[in-house]
């Protein structure tokens, strides 16, 4: 299974992420690519949101303004005001920063297991909680072992 680490450069590789939703998503990056101003009320019902969706929504919408619009609708249901898009604009640069340092090394070099859990992360997370590591492949089979208790690594 291929999973895409840098997924908010690539319109590509959100063909390739597995996604319980796609046509919510694929409905989703249609209608943000063609905004040129602030989504209207009804636009996105209210709806759990991924980083994986996150990071979808931000790569279609032509401008950082237009991604945190459209994603305020479906993380609290309603249209917002400049506070709340600012919070969420805030938020989401933190979580493509949190991605930037993973971009050096090969999409293959990282486990699929660690970048499904990370993309599949809730956009906000509960206090004193942050989002799961982008483990190497050696890091994820280290971790399953000490998880499984062996003592084979």
Known sequence: ???????????????????????????????TRQLTGAPEE???????????????????AATNLIASQVLHMPLTGSVGDKDSWTKVRSR?????????GYSSKRESFYSSVS???????????????SYPD??????????????LGANYI
């Open 115 to 129: 970048l499904n859990q990370r993309l599949g992360s809730h956009f906000w997370l509960p206090p004193a909680t």
């Open 42 to 60: 009804g636009f996105i019902g209210q709806k759990h949101v991924t980083l994986a969706v996150t990071l979808m929504i931000d790569w279609a």
């Open 1 to 31: 299974m291929h999973i895409p680490l840098v997924v908010y450069k690539s319109p590509l590789a959100f063909e390739s992420f597995p996604r319980p939703d796609s046509s919510f998503e694929g409905n989703v990056r249609e209608k």
């Open 92 to 100: 989401l640069s933190r979580i493509k920063k949190g991605l930037s």
């Open 134 to 147: 982008i483990k190497a492949h050696a890091q994820q089979a280290k971790a399953d072992a000490a998880s």
